[in-house]
């Protein structure tokens, strides 16, 4: 009982709150390690628990088993955009199998038929309900959309984060205000571990090549920093050195960093795919959110590696929703 309980509670957290944080991680292995508990337990006693139930009872467990097989399954696929269709049969099983359970169990043995026949719509309309609501707090994330100023800045010192700000003259931003980890923009071949393609296509772009590893580019900053100093270039930075610009490389003039590989990192991956929300302003006007358990993504470590990249194949939605704010389909352009 304890199980069923605790696969109904972590399933019903991965459902509405999908996010890159340390409590859906531990739900997805929770969920997944549970489920393989529960079949070994319940698979057991399965052919006497059978013999005693009535037939509502044999329907709730067939239910629940399908759904459990389904989820065995699953637990192999993982719940990539091709096996979307089988998890929803893994929960639609699964959530009528506990229904059919639950409510017997609640219900009186000598209740009359029709007792049980509305007793029985009850919970079903009940749990619509709860499943209705459950979407409809899944779906709120989508928050991050663009959206311009009524009026323009009147001068430049009221762009992005303001003359005080980190970044300017950059519009750029962090959501945190602040500065973002040395190695977050540097680690776009970690993301080519599992997307070979865009790590291919993106690894001869010129996204690849905005920054000091382009000598044309190199040549205007240093040109542009001998004549009017270090911090008018942090400017071209918004567009052209996420990795030295948001890790405060660039208050420095950039010959005393040129060999480090942060000159070198170009636009990586996480410049576009961490970008929360931005305004078409144009001058770099955007914001970047560092994504929250990023380190285990890009960790060195086996272990921590070997971990991260199972719950991404588990349930990559949290993944998605760090790397894919829904305005770049959405809004693009
Ligand atoms: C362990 C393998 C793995 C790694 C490493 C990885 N991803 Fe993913 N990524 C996935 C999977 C799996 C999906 C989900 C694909 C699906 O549902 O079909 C995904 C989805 C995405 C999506 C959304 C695509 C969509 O179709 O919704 C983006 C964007 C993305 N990843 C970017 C990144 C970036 C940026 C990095 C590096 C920081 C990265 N990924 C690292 C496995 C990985
Ligand atoms: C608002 C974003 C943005 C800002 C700010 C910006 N750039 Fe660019 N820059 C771009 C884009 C986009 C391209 C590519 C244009 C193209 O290829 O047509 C580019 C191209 C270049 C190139 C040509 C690179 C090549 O290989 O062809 C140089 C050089 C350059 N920029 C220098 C600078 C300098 C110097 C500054 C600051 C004074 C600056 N940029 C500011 C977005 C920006
Ligand atoms: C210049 C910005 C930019 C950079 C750099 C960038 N991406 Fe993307 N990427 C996008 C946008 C925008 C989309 C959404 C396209 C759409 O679906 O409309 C996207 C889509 C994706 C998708 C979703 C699948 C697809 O093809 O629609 C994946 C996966 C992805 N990018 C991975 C990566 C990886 C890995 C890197 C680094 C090697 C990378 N991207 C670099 C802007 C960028």
New binding site residues.
């Given amino acids: 009982m304890i199980l069923l309980l605790i696969l109904l509670v972590t399933g019903a957290f991965l459902y509405v709150f999908p996010g890159p944080t340390v409590f859906f991680v531990a739900a997805v292995l929770i969920h997944a390690g549970a489920g393989c508990l529960a079949v070994a337990w319940f698979g057991r006693g399965m052919a006497r628990r059978w013999q005693a139930s009535t037939p509502s009872g044999r329907a709730g467990w067939l239910l629940l088993s399908s759904g459990a097989a389904v989820g065995m399954v699953l637990i192999y696929t993982g719940t990539t955009r091709p096996y979307q269709s089988l998890l929803l049969i893994h929960i639609v099983l699964t959530v009528s199998g506990l229904t059919l359970l639950a409510s017997r169990a609640v219900m009186h043995v000598h209740a009359s038929r029709m007792r049980v026949l509305g007793r029985g719509a009850a919970a079903a309309a009940l749990v619509v309900l709860l499943a209705a609501g459950a979407t409809a707090i899944r779906q709120n994330w989508r928050g991050f959309v663009i959206s311009n100023p009524e009026l323009p800045p009147r001068s430049m010192l009221e762009e992005g984060g303001g003359a005080g700000g980190p970044f300017f003259p ?1 519009s750029s931003r962090t959501s945190t205000g602040g500065r973002v980890p040395v190695d977050f923009f540097t680690e776009s071949a970690q993301c080519g571990r599992c997307h070979e393609d865009a790590y291919a296509q993106w690894s001869s772009s ?1 996204h690849h ?1 905005s920054s000091f590893n ?1 000598q ?2 190199r040549k ?2 240093e040109y ?1 920093q001998d004549v009017v100093g270090v911090e008018p ?1 942090k ?2 930075g ?3 050195d996420p990795a030295l610009l948001f890790t405060g490389m660039m208050d420095r003039p950039i010959r005393e960093v040129i060999d480090e590989p942060e000159a070198h990192a170009g636009l990586g991956c996480v410049m576009c795919h961490s970008i929360a929300v931005h305004d078409s302003m ?3 006007g955007y914001t970047i959110e560092y994504p929250p358990l990023y380190e285990l993504a890009t960790s060195d470590n086996a272990l921590v590696q070997a971990l991260h990249d199972f719950v991404v194949h588990l349930n990559p939605e949290a993944h998605r929703r760090a790397f894919l704010k829904p305005a770049m389909r959405d809004q693009a352009g």
């Fill in positions: 950059s010129a090549f382009n044309w580019y205007s900053i542009m270039s400017w071209c918004g567009c052209h144009g001058q770099g």
